[in-house]
Nanobody, 123 residues
Framework: QLQAYGGGLVQAGGSLRLSCAAS????????MAWFRQAPGKERGFVAA????????YYADTVKGRFTISRDNAKNTVYLQMNSLKPEDTAVYYC??????????????????WGQGTQVTVSS
């Protein structure tokens, strides 16, 4: 089970940190990811981190501004979002899957989802 939190309202140029807490003893063996869905748009990939934390992946639209990290001791994955833009406004979802080598950015490759947290960036 995944619980995402940390969303809110922020001005353009500001920062937010999202957290996603996972329950269960096997978190350290799960790849974790963040996706987002803006109104009227499909859910899309934002960032992912391998179970071992040795590889991270980012959508081009957030590269250099967002950082994904994880703390396996706390069963938590984070998304630090800096230099936020109005186009980052969306519901952000965390997702998990047992570790595998492929399809890191593919939504259907993840089988566990959090409830989503709203991020609103005002101009």
């Amino acid at each position: 089970q995944l619980q995402a939190y940390g969303g809110g309202l922020v001005q353009a140029g500001g920062s937010l940190r999202l957290s996603c807490a996972a329950s269960g003893p096997t978190f350290s063996r799960y790849d974790m990811a963040w996706f987002r869905q803006a109104p009227g748009k499909e859910r899309g990939f934002v960032a992912a981190i391998r179970w071992s934390a040795d590889y991270t992946y980012y959508a081009d639209t957030v590269k250099g501004r967002f950082t994904i990290s994880r703390d396996n001791a706390k069963n938590t994955v984070y998304l630090q979002m800096n230099s936020l833009k109005p186009e980052d406004t969306a519901v952000y979802y965390c997702a998990a899957r047992p570790f595998r080598a492929d399809q890191v950015t593919v939504m259907l490759a993840y089988d566990s989802w959090g409830q989503g947290t709203q991020v609103t960036v005002s101009s």
